[in-house]
């Protein structure tokens, strides 16, 4: 079985008010590589920062489609919860 390439880190807080924080790891690269990072008040924020970092800093198709993807899961997700069932979920 082939190892995936890229890794999403998620740092979720438990404070009230602060930022999730997520970060893309090259699992290419020895010793292993932070492409880039993102954080914002949820995780469809964190990773909508993380993707407009990666796109600003003209980083490979690769990271951008894999976080483009992560994203379109993400999103479909939160949409078909109930509302008021919006938050955190498992993976």
Do not use: C
Not at 4 to 25: C, E, G, I, M, Y
Not at 34 to 41: D, I, K, L, N, T
Not at 60 to 86: C, D, H, K, M, N
Request: charged share 20%.
């Amino acid at each position: 079985m082939a190892q995936q390439r890229f890794n999403l880190v998620w740092d979720r807080p438990f404070l009230p008010d602060a930022k999730t924080h997520v970060s893309l790891f090259d699992g290419s690269k020895d010793p292993l590589h932070v492409v880039a990072s993102g954080h914002g008040a949820g995780e469809v924020s964190a990773l909508s920062d993380l993707l407009a970092a990666l796109r600003e800093t003209h980083e490979s198709a690769g990271a951008i489609a894999y976080v483009s993807a992560e994203f379109a899961a993400l999103t479909a997700q939160v949409r078909e919860q109930a509302p008021g069932q919006i938050g955190r979920y498992s993976r």
